[in-house]
């Protein structure tokens, strides 16, 4: 999608030296003189996948960088120097073995309340990802969709998400999570939908979803649907 946000140009029309934008950021950040191998630098975009190091730190500085989508690699030693690309809008660490996620972000650094004014999307789907410690996402504050799914988180600290009063989407599937406690959701003051479906919750404290207002919650646990008569809730076997 273009900068005016109403055209749409194919991804093979990216970087082909005719412009299709109306102003003509088709061709922007298309001058690069080393793409690092095994990755695919289009337009805004870097996507790297199946590879175990690579140099793309010289190259996220460059302004404009909007989609970056590390797969399966050892990023994780670089995760510090993210921090350079400020204007990201979607971030896609799937399957990189994280870890210590919010030691990670932490890293990033705490001078600014908002790390990445323009991220929209971030992913950490895949991930050896245990738990979730308070304050773990500030400065993330622009977010409105988190994907955590596929990890092995088995405890959600209270206060865990807060600062991110934006995010409208919470993705816990396939987790280890066996206990919801006290305010393990508060600070989510936009969410409009939480799956935790695919956990065995087999503990709930009552007040694990107080000051926030859910719309749906996906789970296969029906007990979580009678938290509140304002939740819309889809609860399967």
């Given at each position: 999608r273009c900068r005016d946000h109403k055209t749409c140009v194919h991804f093979r029309?990216?970087?082909?030296?005719?412009?299709?934008?109306?102003?003509?950021?088709?061709?922007?950040?298309?001058?690069?003189?080393?793409?690092?191998?095994?990755?695919?630098?289009?337009?805004?975009s870097l996507i790297c996948t199946t590879i175990d190091t690579f140099p793309i730190l010289s190259i996220l500085h460059k302004k404009h960088l909007k989609y970056l989508h590390i797969m399966e690699t050892n990023f994780k030693q670089s995760f510090y120097h993210l921090?350079?690309?400020?204007?990201?809008?979607?971030?896609?660490?799937?399957k990189i073995h994280i870890g210590a996620v919010c030691q990670k972000i932490s890293m990033i650094g705490n001078t600014s309340s908002n790390h990445f004014?323009?991220?929209?999307?971030?992913?950490?789907?895949?991930?050896?990802?245990?738990?979730?410690?308070?304050?773990?996402?500030?400065?993330?504050e622009s977010l409105n969709a988190l994907g955590m799914g596929n990890n092995v988180i088995n405890n959600i600290y209270a206060?865990?998400?807060v600062g991110l009063k934006y995010l409208r989407f919470l993705n816990l599937t396939h987790n280890k999570i066996r206990y919801l406690r006290k305010k393990s959701f508060a600070g989510l003051e936009s969410?409009?939908?939480?799956?935790?479906?695919?956990?065995?919750?087999?503990?709930?404290?009552?007040?694990?979803?107080?000051?926030?207002?859910?719309?749906?919650?996906?789970?296969?646990?029906?007990?979580?649907?009678?938290?509140?008569?304002?939740?819309m809730c889809t609860a399967y076997k």
């Open positions: 029309d990216v970087c082909d030296g005719k412009p299709d934008c109306p102003l003509d950021d088709d061709e922007l950040f298309c001058s690069l003189r080393f793409c690092p191998p095994k990755c695919q630098c289009l337009g805004y921090v350079s690309a400020k204007d990201l809008v979607i971030l896609d660490l799937s004014p323009s991220l929209h999307y971030f992913s950490l789907d895949g991930n050896l990802i245990k738990s979730v410690t308070p304050n773990c996402f500030y400065g993330l206060f865990a998400y969410i409009d939908l939480i799956d935790i479906s695919n956990n065995r919750i087999w503990a709930l404290d009552i007040h694990a979803f107080d000051h926030i207002k859910v719309k749906y919650l996906i789970t296969e646990d029906y007990k979580l649907c009678c938290i509140s008569q304002s939740l």
